[in-house]
């Protein structure tokens, strides 16, 4: 009987248990992709806590490589056989054998392990649309990403880098700085030890940035509008330090015609032919070289817990997988 990592009420990482899960065969427009690794993502976290809640009992994840082993009724995008990456369906993909709808799964170009596939989809797509489809990064431009040398922040800082920009990026350590810079992180600043926006406006001589990528949230809102020259781009993410509280709009004209914008890869993803587009691209830059997918952590998929502890307790750099 396959294993998956369920849950069966929101709380700390001691919820996630190692189930038996009957896995039926594939319904219409579904197939049954057998992981070869998992992606580990900060999402993760948010489902597993209950700040974006789902009905319980439930699985968990949302990102995997591995092989199709069979398809139901009408699937055409994918075939018996194939390697295959997603990011995004359903929850569940801390598993070992699992059902997913067909058209959220893409090819794996031969060059790619499964281990790339599962670091890159969700943490790579996901700096796809934010260098690509939210604001363009230009070259000559100079742009701030926080959490520089986690699994989105190695990936923004390579390719914004290869797209002729200047990176700035806060880190929480000198350790996790160096990381930053041998990927691409021009000015790493260590939070800790400095304030960033003021180290910002000294480092753009005193122009401010375009575009601030924030998904750390309720720690530093108010300090990334701050950051931005006018009108600039404050693109909020995520909260790994809590959701941003209800704020005045009227920031955004006092601090100079900014735009504010609070995107998701699942919208950027939901038509097929954008998620295709999208790891295209991504997977270019990937073979290329362009973009190293760093995979820092590797954890047995049952100790799924023990990774959702590091990576709240911010002892993870780059890229995490389980594996079944
Ligand atoms: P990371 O590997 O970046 O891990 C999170 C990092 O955030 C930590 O390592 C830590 O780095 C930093 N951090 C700052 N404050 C806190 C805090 N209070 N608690 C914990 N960590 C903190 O994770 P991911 O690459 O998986 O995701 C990065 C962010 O992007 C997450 O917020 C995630 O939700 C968001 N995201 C959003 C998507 C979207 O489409 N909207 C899609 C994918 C990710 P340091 O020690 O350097 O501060």
Redesign the pocket.
Known sequence: MPHAIRFHHAGGPEVLQWDEVAVPPPAAGEAQVRHHAVG???????HRTGLYPVPLPSGIGLEGAGVVEAVGEGVADVAVGDRVAYAGGPLGAYSQLRNIPADRLVRLPAALSFEQGAAMM??G??AQ??LRRTYRVQPGDTILI????????L?VCQWAKALGATVIG????DE?AALARAHGCDHPIV??REKFAGRVREITGGEGVPVVYD??????FMDSLGCLRPFGTLVL??????PVPPFDIGLLAQKGSLFLT?????T?TAKRADLLAMAAELFDVATAGKVRIEVNQRYALKDAAQAHRD??????????LLLP
């Not at 806060?170 to 350590?173: E, M, P």
Request: proline share 2%; no cysteine.
């Open positions: 580990l993502n900060y999402i993760d976290t948010y969700l943490q797509l996901t649309y934010l926080h959490a520089a040398a986690g699994g989105v922040g990936i806060t880190v929480g350590s996790k939070y800790t998904s750390i949230g309720a720690d530093t993410f995520g909260a790994a330090s809590g609070r995107p998701t890869l699942f950027h990576l709240e307790a911010r002892r993870t750099t780059g890229s995490t």
